[in-house]
């Protein structure tokens, strides 16, 4: 995307250091296969079921290709399972209980699952994410389960239409990811991800210093969901 080599230079951050999380929730099996022939390799699902019937498609498709798959819906602690059992990273861990059913479930054939804590930046009452007074606690506490690897935070603020207001937000978010990979904590060794902007703000994530943004709708085009 082009987009987010403007906003690096912009920003006067080097491209290499913004992942790109194509998000194709919605879209079918033959849009990832488009996009990996286009050079993507990061996939963000955000409904379980679909995701694990798209990745087994593109397995089936591709047998052997490199891809990432990434979990960014909520999750209940009744779906961990196949989550841990078809996913490489999930973003959305933002209680110990989550985690803990994570790490027991990961099968032993696959790596750890790679894990950012979601933080509820803004404080929206009605959100999900740990507060971020309780971010640390659990950071520590994820840090501890056997299959999983703590690699950052992740963060959906509220849309708010001002770059100004976007780029505050995202900022305090990027200082509690830099007090965190400050500690320099065992178990810590790997906090290097925070998971900051979709199409709509990636400019002032990038800004405040986002590593991975998560792009749907500037990636695949709009989205239409089933009917309920
Ligand atoms: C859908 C979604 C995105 C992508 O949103 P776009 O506005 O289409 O870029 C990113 N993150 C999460 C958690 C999402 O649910």
């Known amino acids: 995307m082009g987009r987010i080599a403007q906003a690096c230079q912009a920003a006067g951050r080097d491209p ?9 929730k919605t879209f079918g099996a033959d849009a990832v296969l488009e996009a990996v022939a286009a050079g993507q390799r990061a996939f963000g699902e955000n409904y379980i079921q679909e995701g694990v019937d798209k990745i087994a498609a593109v397995r089936a498709a ?45 099968p032993d054939h696959l790596p750890p699952l790679q894990i950012c804590i979601q933080v ?10 740990v507060a ?6 659990l950071v520590r506490a994820v840090a501890k389960l056997p299959r999983l690897v703590v690699r950052g935070l992740m963060g ?34 790997h906090f290097d991800t925070l998971s900051l902007g979709m199409t709509a703000d990636l400019d002032a994530a990038i800004q405040a210093g986002s590593t991975l ?3 749907g709708t500037g990636v695949f085009g709009g989205r239409t969901y089933p009917a309920a």
């Open 156 to 189: 959906i603020p509220d849309h708010a239409p001002e770059f100004e207001a976007q780029l505050a937000i995202h900022r305090s978010a990027r200082a509690l990811f830099d007090q965190m990979a400050a500690l320099g904590e065992p178990g810590l060794e």
């Open 62 to 106: 591709l047998p052997g290709a490199a891809l990432q798959w990434h979990c960014i819906g909520p999750i209940q602690s009744n779906k961990t399972r196949p989550v841990a059992e078809h996913f490489d990273w999930v973003h959305t861990v933002d209680r110990l209980k989550i985690a803990e059913r994570l790490s027991a479930q990961r």
């Open 213 to 215: 943004v998560r792009v």
């Open 132 to 137: 971020p007074a309780e971010a640390l606690d």
């Open 16 to 24: 290499a250091q913004v992942g790109l999380l194509a998000v194709s």
């Open 120 to 129: 509820n930046i803004d404080g929206g009452p009605t959100k999900s994410g």
